[in-house]
């Protein structure tokens, strides 16, 4: 299994609408995505602060993505 990247946040911003979220509520710096089949996330966005491997991996183990499938969409 590859090495999780620390990505900031906007960068995970963008696996996830290729994921089919879209942004639909924000509190503060706390931006919510959700999908079509419900699924709901929150991303924090501290400027331009990196999330934590922890932070991604708790997110993506939520929406059912492996560390493999997020690595290929972050390089897409």
Known sequence: MPKLPIVKAREFIRVLEKLGFYHFHQVGSHAQFKNTAGLK????????????????????????????????????
């Open 41 to 76: 996330v929150t991303v924090a966005i501290h400027g331009s602060r990196e999330l934590g491997r922890k932070t991604i991996k708790g997110i993506l183990d939520d929406i059912n993505v492996s560390v493999e499938e997020f690595i290929e969409l972050l390089r897409k």
